[in-house]
């Protein structure tokens, strides 16, 4: 087989059939397709004729369709079929080559995966790509790591490929190794807890203040023209619209309210807790559909009290400008901390990992693309090395704007019972970062006493521990921490 192709895909299931598409519709580009099962590329051979592809049917005709330095994106089902697609493909690759995992790969997996493949002399590149099946066709988000060398033919491929946000392609090489898969993970927590406040916000809309989904549609769709604009404010407003065919009720009334998960999420709070950085409203929006997901235990719990009053809010309007001042403060503090979570992996990994780009190639292509990613860079334009991207000028001016709004929506939800995880951990964590004095300061006193764990002073130097158990003296101690 002549080689002609200057790119290959391997998975060819939804993703891997649409980014193959993706990429063959882009001028320069040739691309060969390989699936494990023939079917897959069959059909997409017979579906595309226009796309040109070049079919192969093994990995050694895969190989030699593809000009050099070979460069083959795979788009399998994450883990194990990764690892056994970059086996084969190692075996006929040759020094130089390219091998990009487009997948949902965990970052550790893909930081492992880079260090054995790079002893064979071929390139590794774990590439997290967002935006669903249309993304995938019409131009995603991509978050690329790897080294330099691939970047330098790769870049050029993804650009053409990947969504366009004011002119710019929402692609950068967000740094070495799995740094690319760090930040798709943060991007997918994110998304949780986007989602999450936004049910949040039509649970208590629709309890204050009886509107129909249809209604609450048209209150996201005006929101969705305002500050707020964002793909998930948007489809909420399709999906609170849809009426079921079978039942002729609103669709999110007949969908049962168990929420699924893929595993980003937990891996994004997972790794947030071993880094020591507290992604509260995330964690809070995995929990919650953890919870939404135990119908034994919601069975039994139902018999537990609650308010006795019915939540009615009086004015209706006013209520619904307090849900979306709430929305959006607590979706600043979402993203603040998961940006704060890709600056503390880029530490601990040694990622030179710029934040200003990351928020530039969200802005479209991606589920999490919004109007407001724009203030994001701008942010991390006028301050590069921003310690809490919350503080940046624009958002505090929003939290002057929102923060009376969002406490009152807060205690409207904790006085209904309505439970509204997302939008009151934000706050906690807005009002826990802000605070003067902590009452850490009592827990330290704590472990001291029970662990001789030591604490440190406010008006002096060192190291103390105080003799709980004796005459309860200070000494100085060794810091333990
Ligand atoms: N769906 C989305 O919206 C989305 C968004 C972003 C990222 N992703 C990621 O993109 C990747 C592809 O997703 P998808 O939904 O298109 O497909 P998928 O259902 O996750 O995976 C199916 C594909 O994987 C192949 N495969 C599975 N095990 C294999 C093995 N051991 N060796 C070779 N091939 C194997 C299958 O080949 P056969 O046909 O032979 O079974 C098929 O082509 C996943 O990593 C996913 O997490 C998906």
Redesign the pocket.
Known sequence: MAATANIGV?????????LARNLASREGNTVAVY???R??TDTLIAEHPEAGFIPTYDYTEFAAALTKPRTAII???????????IN?LVNVFEPGDIIV?????LFTDTIRREKAVRETGINFVGA??????E??LHG?SIMPGGSDESWVTLGPILKSIAAVAEGEPCVTHVGHDGAGHFV?MVHNGIEYADMQLIAEAYDLIRRGTGKSPAEIADVFAEWNTGELESYLIEITAEVLRQVDGETGKPLVDVILDQAGA?GTGAWTVQTALSLGVPVSGIAEATFARSLSSHPEQRAVAAELPGPQEAFQVDDVDAFIEDVRLALFASKIVAYSQGFDEIRAGAAEYGWNIDLGAIAKIWRAGCIIRAQFLNRLSDAYAATPDLPVLMTAPYFVEVFERAQAAWRRVVVAAAQAGIPSPAFSSSLAYFDGIRADRLPAALVQGQRDFFGAHTYKRIDKPGTFHTLWSGDRTEIEAEDTH
């Open positions: 391997v998975g060819l299931a939804v993703m891997g059939s649409n699936n494990r099962s079917e897959k788009m399998v089902k994450a883990g194990t079929g990764t690892d056994a697609v084969e995992d487009g997948g949902n790969a997290g790509i967002s935006g669903g099946e993304g995938a995603p798709k893929k």
